[in-house]
């Protein structure tokens, strides 16, 4: 089946810093990602869509300057949270979805952001 | 874009069917209801989905009223590792995103 590998896992960085996420499609090709962000016993919103080879779009409120996304590759995406401070704590989700529907959309296994 | 809403919470015993509803009273015609379920602190984990007719596979089966306004996901044997939150989403026509609400907080019992 369709996977995607995100990394880290777990990351703890300081205020002020940037932190970079990836997000793998790893026997797929996937023109367009998402990203999602979950808060502690919240449902998952959706930040951005990032698309390979353009930039990507933002959901309402969402910054584009904070959160910068790029999606250079067919099985790339990164989000990089610049600038981190601790209201930006949170867990962090890709997903992409490989070519046909008998998949849905496969999810990375998330990112859980502690900014200290 | 078509609303779900279900449950926020379900109990059932080890074993037996786990039958998780949904409502999806404004979907359109070229919309799939998707099942996903996330166990804590991992990302979610495709399920199912359908578009008209009953679908089952390995994990589960849905079950789409004829005029698609709800559906129902069978887990047909319930066990403890099937305690997750259940979402059930439907796709966003031509836009391929998926828009989450609150889900099924189901916990399985022993």
């Known amino acids: 089946g369709a996977v995607v590998s995100q990394h880290p896992s777990r990351v703890i960085c300081k205020s002020g810093t940037s932190v970079k996420i990836e997000c793998r499609s790893l026997?797929?090709?996937?023109?367009?990602m998402f990203w999602y962000r979950q808060f502690p016993k919240q449902s998952l919103m959706l930040m951005a869509t990032s698309n390979e080879g353009s930039k990507a779009t933002y959901e309402q409120g969402v910054e584009k300057d904070k959160f910068l996304i790029n999606h250079a590759s067919l099985t790339l995406s990164t989000l990089t949270v610049t600038s981190a401070h601790p209201e930006d704590s949170s867990f962090y989700i890709c997903?992409?979805?490989?070519?046909?529907?008998?998949?849905?959309?496969?999810f990375g296994s998330g990112t859980r952001l502690t900014v200290v | 874009d078509a609303k779900t809403t279900q449950p926020p919470s379900m109990d059932c015993a080890e074993g037996r069917a786990a039958n998780l509803p949904c409502n999806h009273s404004t979907i359109s015609g070229n919309e799939y209801v998707y099942w996903y379920r996330q166990i804590h602190s991992q990302g979610p984990q495709y399920i199912i989905h359908?578009?008209?007719n009953n679908e089952t596979n390995e994990m589960a089966s849905l079950i789409i009223t004829e005029d698609r306004k709800s559906s129902t996901l069978i887990l047909p044997h319930a066990t403890l590792r099937d305690t997750a939150v259940y979402y059930c989403?439907?796709?966003?026509?031509?836009?391929?995103?998926?828009?989450f609400g609150k889900g099924t907080k189901l916990s399985v019992i022993p």
């Open positions: 997903s992409a979805r490989a070519t046909g529907t008998e998949y849905g959309y496969t």
């Open positions: 989403i439907v796709e966003l026509a031509g836009s391929y995103q998926l828009t």
């Open positions: 359908g578009l008209k």
């Open positions: 026997d797929f090709q996937a023109t367009t």
